[in-house]
């Protein structure tokens, strides 16, 4: 992308638009240049009008330039460029092209991917092993493993096994998709970007899988997937890394993106608020953490002898269970077994069976330090 500027001086460009122009170029004396003698090597020795409509035609700062290139003297390898001098319409792929070959002042396609960075991580674990879902999102399956590393998390295959990552893609997402150019980028520890880009079909039959392509990282295939799931009651798409590969290997990876058009801007992202990046996790995922021997605690009320509720002002994408780990107690008391259901559409009400309560009186549930009450409403197929 380049205002083209040719060399010759200033007489002989007003000589050459003229010809080129006015189509009178005449062919100056073979062996001559401007009336002074030129030898058979020199460019212009056999045909003067020729040789600069050919240099004119690289001139692109004047209404002249363009009327030639409306009238095909401008060859044919300079079709499809984009140019700063004249007014064009550019295809969607011309514009990310041009936008990143200059850099485009760090422009960015948003990344539809939910914890692209691995910053979120509520279960609060260093490691994670396959299959679980271990950084808000992210699953993985039997083989593979997570860890923390510098500037990322390093990805493990274990010996006979394929790698296998994925997370869950809303409908609304997946469906201003299909049809459309994407781009898939990985961003290593060490900053380099391996990217993959094409176009999805307009649509992935139920049950199935489409295999997008391979992004290399280093000599390491990894196959990009999108899968139409229905299990456990759930439909919608996952975005699925997978490797045929069985041996073990180690990749480094700072960062993941998806978005559309032909181009990653993935080396242009800086890495995103924590608490902006928390709160789209938290759709799916909360967890209720104690922080001190004496439990974080909130108040409910008995219900029962054995059942407490208590309520919490929390927006989740849909339903969720609860589990808990550690001890957690109503009371004082230990709790024998939690669950969960919507109250309405911005409270989540827990139900916590334990014993010795009065019915109608309040009471407070502990979550002391270690312990956990993990609420979710990540998808069945995750």
């Given at each position: 992308m380049?205002?083209?500027?040719?060399?010759?001086?200033g007489?002989?460009?007003?000589?050459a638009?003229y010809?080129?122009?006015s189509h009178?170029?005449?062919a100056?004396?073979v062996?001559t240049r401007?009336g002074?003698?030129?030898?058979?090597?020199?460019?212009?020795?056999?045909n003067?009008?020729r040789?600069?409509?050919?240099?004119?035609?690289?001139?692109n700062?004047?209404?002249?330039?363009?009327?030639a290139?409306a009238e095909?003297a401008?060859?044919?390898?300079?079709?499809?460029?984009?140019f700063?001098s004249?007014?064009?319409?550019l295809t969607d792929a011309q514009q990310?092209r041009?936008k990143?070959?200059?850099?485009?002042?760090?422009?960015?396609?948003?990344n539809?991917?939910f914890?692209p960075?691995?910053?979120?991580d509520?279960?609060?674990?260093?490691?994670?092993?396959?299959?679980t879902?271990?950084y808000?999102m992210?699953?993985?399956?039997?083989?593979?493993?997570?860890?923390?590393?510098?500037n990322?998390?390093?990805?493990?295959l274990?010996?006979?096994?394929?790698?296998?990552i994925?997370?869950f893609i809303?409908s609304d997402?997946?469906y201003n998709?299909?049809g459309k150019t994407?781009?898939?980028s990985i961003?290593?520890?060490s900053?380099?970007?391996y990217?993959?880009?094409?176009?999805?079909?307009?649509?992935?039959?139920s049950?199935t899988?489409?295999y997008?392509g391979?992004i290399?990282?280093?000599?390491?295939?990894?196959?990009?997937r999108?899968m139409?799931d229905v299990?456990?009651?759930?439909?919608?798409y996952t975005?699925?890394l997978y490797?045929?590969a069985?041996d073990?290997?180690?990749?480094?990876?700072r960062?993941?993106?998806?978005e559309?058009?032909p181009?990653s801007t993935?080396a242009?992202?800086?890495?995103p608020?924590?608490?902006?990046e928390?709160?789209r996790?938290?759709l799916?995922?909360?967890?209720i953490?104690?922080?001190?021997?004496?439990?974080?605690?909130f108040?409910?009320?008995?219900m029962?002898a054995?059942?407490?509720?208590f309520y919490?002002?929390a927006?989740?994408a849909?339903?969720?269970t609860?589990?808990y780990?550690?001890?957690?107690?109503?009371?004082?008391?230990?709790?024998s077994?939690?669950?969960s259901?919507y109250?309405?559409s911005?409270t989540?009400?827990?139900?916590?069976?334990?014993?010795?309560?009065?019915?109608?009186s309040?009471?407070?549930?502990s979550v002391?330090?270690?312990?956990a009450?993990?609420?979710?409403a990540e998808?069945?197929?995750?």
């Amino acid at each position: 992308m380049a205002d083209y500027v040719s060399a010759l001086t200033g007489p002989e460009m007003d000589e050459a638009l003229y010809d080129m122009a006015s189509h009178t170029s005449e062919a100056w004396a073979v062996g001559t240049r401007n009336g002074q003698a030129v030898t058979s090597g020199d460019p212009t020795y056999n045909n003067n009008s020729r040789y600069w409509a050919g240099r004119a035609s690289t001139y692109n700062t004047n209404a002249q330039a363009a009327a030639a290139r409306a009238e095909g003297a401008v060859p044919a390898s300079t079709e499809g460029a984009v140019f700063f001098s004249v007014s064009q319409s550019l295809t969607d792929a011309q514009q990310a092209r041009a936008k990143a070959n200059i850099g485009a002042g760090g422009m960015s396609n948003p990344n539809l991917l939910f914890n692209p960075w691995f910053l979120v991580d509520q279960r609060g674990s260093t490691t994670y092993s396959g299959p679980t879902t271990g950084y808000d999102m992210w699953r993985i399956l039997n083989g593979t493993s997570m860890t923390s590393a510098t500037n990322g998390k390093k990805i493990s295959l274990a010996e006979g096994y394929h790698l296998n990552i994925q997370q869950f893609i809303p409908s609304d997402t997946m469906y201003n998709l299909l049809g459309k150019t994407i781009t898939v980028s990985i961003r290593g520890n060490s900053g380099i970007i391996y990217s993959l880009t094409g176009t999805l079909p307009s649509s992935i039959a139920s049950g199935t899988t489409h295999y997008f392509g391979n992004i290399y990282v280093g000599s390491i295939a990894i196959n990009v997937r999108f899968m139409h799931d229905v299990a456990g009651g759930y439909s919608g798409y996952t975005f699925w890394l997978y490797s045929g590969a069985t041996d073990a290997f180690d990749i480094y990876v700072r960062a993941i993106k998806l978005e559309l058009g032909p181009v990653s801007t993935l080396a242009n992202d800086m890495p995103p608020f924590y608490m902006d990046e928390l709160r789209r996790c938290q759709l799916y995922l909360r967890v209720i953490r104690g922080i001190s021997s004496s439990g974080y605690g909130f108040v409910g009320r008995a219900m029962s002898a054995t059942v407490a509720a208590f309520y919490l002002q929390a927006y989740m994408a849909s339903t969720p269970t609860t589990t808990y780990t550690g001890s957690p107690t109503v009371n004082g008391t230990a709790i024998s077994a939690i669950s969960s259901s919507y109250r309405n559409s911005e409270t989540v009400e827990l139900r916590v069976t334990t014993t010795g309560l009065t019915s109608g009186s309040a009471v407070q549930v502990s979550v002391p330090s270690g312990s956990a009450i993990i609420i979710s409403a990540e998808p069945s197929t995750l």
